[in-house]
């Protein structure tokens, strides 16, 4: 029969002797796991328990790797529960039950008569009565210690002083762990950032196409590291370029990835056929095929015809590019369809327009006119075209410094919000 707290005096002696007894068997240890259930073996010479466990609240961790990233409580180290959790399990999923009450109340908890608390939702069947103590680091509870027998009447206050006593000394041990565990996690972050911004600059183009009688300016700013911007042009036979630019739904890693197998789809199209519409039909279908449901993406796609300035494009959900004839007035490049990977079969149109000499077409993303919340307001496509127009007579590269110097003014700083991304082209001749 083991020691239960009913049996042990909780003196001074008795306290150090415990709190080394700990801090020996974690003392070699920063990795988070090895340090939890070590804590909980070592309750066992003190407390008798069926089932046992010790769940620190998920925000607290950056990325552990057996417990769903739905739940806000993950099961860290646990004896005589299910090997499995299940992942409806409302106790890890939402914080119910007993465990989570202590989380959020920071209050100790026995009970001697599970059958009887309407708070208890069950992880062993078998379970009769319990204890839960809070785990706290100074003022913040970040997690509980719970231990649980098949008997009745298991737990009394002697039991709470021994597990409190055990918690308050794993928060330090926790706590290293789990500042270790983040440190790790983001020098991990920063270098698959890295990579993935090296990776997606080369998927951009470094420098605009050399067409005679045009000039072209591009900029890419992403809101991270990586974004889910993407502006390309596109060599063809007998001298004409595809032009795209689009927006991934989402940020960062995930969007830049969707990012890539979009390009990847749109280039391997072109290389079988001309036709917009077909060539973006089949890109849309690949898309829904292979992303998730709440994936997509919005993009422009046309090819230009240098020698006699006709473009033909389709619209998938995008933001208008804008027309400016040189007469002043300005046309938006709306036809199309819409936005790609949401529906797998729809059609799409296309629309053909004659750019004349001194016409400027300008295609971007949602962040150069979303400023987002921050600034209260937003430019939209109309105060875009009011500050292209103010600057008309500018080199394209020039227009583009100054639109991102406008836009930052206008938006009180907060211009990047989200990816910031423009092509602008003119017909010189």
């Known amino acids: 029969m083991a020691k239960t707290g009913k049996h042990i005096n909780m003196n001074s002696e008795f306290k150090y002797g415990l709190l080394m007894d700990i801090i020996e068997k974690v003392r070699t240890t920063l990795d988070l796991e090895e340090v939890l ?31 769903h990233h ?21 106790m890890l999923l939402l914080g119910k039950g007993i465990i989570g009450y202590v989380i959020k109340s920071g209050e100790t908890v026995i009970i001697d008569d599970v059958r009887l608390d309407n708070r208890y939702y069950e992880g062993c069947s078998t379970t009769l009565s319990e204890i839960t103590v809070p785990i706290f680091v100074g003022d913040h509870v970040i997690g509980a210690l719970n231990l649980e027998s098949n008997q009745l009447n298991s737990y009394n206050e002697g039991d709470a002083e021994i597990l409190q006593f055990i918690s308050h000394a794993a928060a330090i041990s926790i706590e290293k762990a789990i500042l270790h565990q983040q440190i790790i996690e983001k020098k991990y972050i920063e270098n698959q950032l890295k990579l993935a911004q090296t990776v997606q600059l080369c998927l951009l183009p470094i420098t605009p196409p050399n067409l005679e009688n045009y000039e072209i300016a591009s900029l890419n700013i992403p809101d991270f590291n990586v974004g889910g911007d993407y502006f390309d042009y596109i060599e063809l036979p007998n001298g004409k370029i595809g032009i795209v630019i689009a927006d991934v739904s989402g940020k960062g ?51 230009l015809e240098p020698s006699t300035g006709i473009f033909t494009y389709t619209n998938c959900g995008h933001p208008p ?36 000499k001194q016409d400027l077409l300008a295609f971007f993303t949602d962040g150069v006119i979303e400023f987002g919340e921050e600034s209260g307001q937003e430019l939209g496509s109309a105060g875009l075209a009011q500050l292209i127009s103010s600057h008309i007579h500018q080199s394209t590269p020039q227009m583009i410094e100054s639109l991102v110097k406008n836009t930052k003014i206008l938006s009180n700083g907060h211009v990047h919000h989200d990816d910031f991304t423009i092509m602008i082209l003119r017909r010189c001749i």
């Not at 259930?37 to 790797?65: M, Q, R, T, W």
């Open 321 to 356: 590019p804008l027309l400016f004839r040189k007469n002043g007035t300005i046309e938006h490049l709306a036809c199309g369809g819409l936005i790609l990977g949401f529906i797998a079969d729809i059609t799409f149109k296309s629309e053909t327009v004659q750019l004349s």
């Open 253 to 303: 890693i995930p969007a830049a990835l969707i990012m890539a197998t979009f390009r990847a789809s749109l280039r391997t199209q072109m290389q079988y056929q001309t036709d917009i519409p077909h060539i973006v039909q089949n890109v849309n279908r690949f898309l829904y095929e292979s992303t998730s449901p709440e994936t997509f993406v919005t993009t422009v796609f046309g090819i």
């Open 37 to 67: 259930n070590h804590i909980i073996d070592s309750i066992k010479n003190l407390i008798n328990y069926d089932s046992a466990g010790i769940y620190v609240l998920k925000k607290e961790l950056p990325a552990f790797p057996h417990s």
């Open 70 to 90: 739905r739940h806000i409580i993950a099961g860290l180290a646990q004896r005589g529960f299910p090997l499995t959790a299940r992942e409806d399990d409302e």
